[in-house]
């Protein structure tokens, strides 16, 4: 077991149902522990370049439409396998298909507005916690 960071996103939809504290207590309950955090809202040209990847998507355009809707929490988590916990703890993509205790099965109700992101490697995970914090914005647990 190595002790590894990942990078979360309140989405829009979890942020304008109120559902930040609810989802953030499912992660520390799964021993995550956040070090850093701040509350954005995305621009269309962030959103485009943070879901690159998935740009010949049929989705990509409803996406990012999405993911500028209203703010979204950002979040550097860090724990054991963090990477793989933090997406045990978001449950599958489609809502329906997540399994009973997950954070999209408990607060998500579509395929495309799900919840929450989480990263699925570690180097994407490495990426993207660039994509949104400095080096001296992530806060060690030194306690
Ligand atoms: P995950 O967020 O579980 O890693 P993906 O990386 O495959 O899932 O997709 C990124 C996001 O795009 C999803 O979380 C969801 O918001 C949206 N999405 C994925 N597949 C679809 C789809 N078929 N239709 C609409 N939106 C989708
Ligand atoms: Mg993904």
Redesign the pocket.
Known sequence: MAKEQTLSIVKPDAVGNNNIGSIISYLEKSGLQVVAMKMLHLSKEQAGEF?AI?KERP?YG??VKFMTSGPVLVMALEGENAVAQNRKVMGA?NPEQAEVGTIRRDFAKT??E?AV??S?SLDNAKIEINFFFKPNEICARTR
Do not use: V
């Open positions: 879901y998935h989705f409803d996406l993509t395929l495309d799900n992101h989480g699925d």
